[in-house]
């Protein structure tokens, strides 16, 4: 299979993307960091600085989950009939792989991972998972149950949203990561917070971009760049969060946990370590080897669940 080749269009468009302010995505508006500090976004490959990002902090943290707050509380998004949401999320996937070659080429630019790859896995991934995701909007119902007790009794469960989530993602598949994320809590009826590595946030900048021009309501999706010590752990800890989603360390998932006794967050942790892999003596070594290797070294071997 010959690798894709990037056209003058792609590399045009992507290089005015990457000359543009990239702030802080807060209740539907772009805005800079409250302490007006920013980022580099380095280019792996060369070390180079190609963009700028917004360093939100505290201050910053807090804005975006009061708008998500209030967007969650008394705006339209958890009311909305469930397919009217996967309407939404479907359109977001369409947007995503209409613009599929300029998220490949920001990634590769960002993340280093080189751009066959990240049209493959990366916008690949974040499609898929959009579009499954929207598909349980429409799923996500209670039943009806017969109690146990004497007498006569009508007893059923309703699944509800459960509040504002924040979301943290990792550096090493940034799009689709933070698309999963996105997607399972949007077709929920909660409301976002999204942190992205301060290593590769263009991706998610672009992926906002999207997210304004589709109308989904203020407050609804949220974008806040920034250190992980800062930003990461301001959102971690504050209390008007209801659901944290972290991928990364295990000394930061531990201390997330922590951080969540506050108001007894709902956690979901995807942390550090490698997958084992057990070759029976039946199996032809050459091929188990040739495979694992493949394994775990797709992506330069920085994948969760690489053997």
């Known amino acids: 299979m010959n690798p894709p080749l990037i056209s003058d269009d792609v590399r045009q468009r992507v290089a005015a993307f990457l000359d543009q302010p990239h702030g802080l995505y807060i209740n539907g508006r772009w805005q800079p960091a409250q302490s007006g500090n920013t980022l580099a976004s380095e280019d792996p490959a060369s070390g180079q ?4 990002i917004a360093a939100g902090a505290e201050p910053d943290i807090d804005l975006a989950v009061q708008a998500a707050r209030k967007a969650f509380d008394s705006g339209p998004w958890p009311t909305l009939p469930p397919a009217a949401r996967a309407r939404m999320i479907e359109t977001l996937a369409d947007a995503i792989e209409a613009n599929a070659d300029d998220f490949a080429l920001i ?6 991972m080189p751009f066959f790859g990240a049209r493959l896995f990366n916008v690949g991934g974040a499609v898929g998972s959009l579009r499954y995701n929207a598909g349980w909007a429409t799923r996500l119902g209670g039943e009806t149950t017969t109690p146990s007790l004497p007498g006569e009794f009508h007893a059923y469960t309703l699944r509800e949203p459960l509040g504002v989530a924040g979301l943290i993602v990792a550096w090493n598949m940034p ?12 077709s929920a009826g909660c409301t976002v917070v999204l942190k992205p590595a301060e290593l590769t946030s263009l991706s998610m900048v672009r992926l906002m971009q999207l997210v304004d021009g589709l109308g989904f309501p203020p407050g609804v999706v949220n974008l806040v760049t920034g250190l992980g010590t800062v930003a990461g752990a301001a959102l971690v800890a504050h209390p008007g969060v209801d659901k944290v989603s972290f991928t990364g360390s295990t000394a930061v998932g531990k201390s997330i946990i922590a951080a969540s006794a506050g108001n007894l967050k709902r956690v979901t942790l995807e942390l550090g370590g490698k997958s084992p892999t057990i070759v029976d003596d039946d199996d032809p070594i050459a091929l188990a080897a040739q495979r694992i290797a493949a394994g775990k070294f797709l992506n330069a071997g920085q994948t969760c669940i690489a053997p």
Do not use: C, F, Q
Not at 49 to 52: E, L, P, S
Not at 175 to 186: D, E, F, I, N, R
């Open 107 to 112: 990634e590769s630019l960002d993340n280093g």
């Open 175 to 186: 799009l689709a990561m933070a698309a999963s994320k996105l997607a399972a809590a949007l």
């Open 49 to 52: 600085t190609i963009a700028r």
